[in-house]
């Protein structure tokens, strides 16, 4: 199983980044998706995920209106526009699959993990 995060920068306050994720070794299409950060000395956070079919998506209450999460089942790619950065989505952000119920998915519930990828919004 893999899990491979990319698109990770240094971006200034109000700009944009697109992550992805790119998954192999399981039945993409059965998991939901998601992501989480974690900044310097703070704990892993929840900041989005989309059920299986694409159609739910959930946000974390500051990134509600300013990021977007997508997947491509086809591509088994999964994607997160974040605009309007601010200094405090500075964090590494992972990628993540969970067969729980994505809109209350809890860090142990994580069935698989991807390596991070730096997000640094400063001027």
């Known amino acids: 199983v893999q899990l491979q995060a990319s698109g990770g920068g240094l971006v200034q306050p109000g700009g944009s980044l697109r992550l992805s994720c790119v998954a192999s070794g399981f039945t993409f299409s059965q998991y939901s998706m998601g992501w989480f950060r974690q900044a310097p000395g703070k704990e892993r956070e929840f900041v989005a995920s989309?059920?299986?079919?694409?159609?739910?998506?959930y946000y974390e209450g500051p990134v509600r209106g300013r990021f977007f999460i997508s997947r491509d089942n086809a591509e088994n790619t999964m994607w997160l526009q974040m605009n309007g950065l601010r200094d405090e989505d500075t964090a590494v952000y992972y990628c993540a699959a969970t067969s729980a119920d994505p809109r209350w998915w809890q860090i142990e519930e994580t069935d698989y993990w991807g390596q991070g990828t730096q997000v640094t919004v400063s001027s």
């Open positions: 989309i059920n299986t079919g694409g159609g739910g998506r």
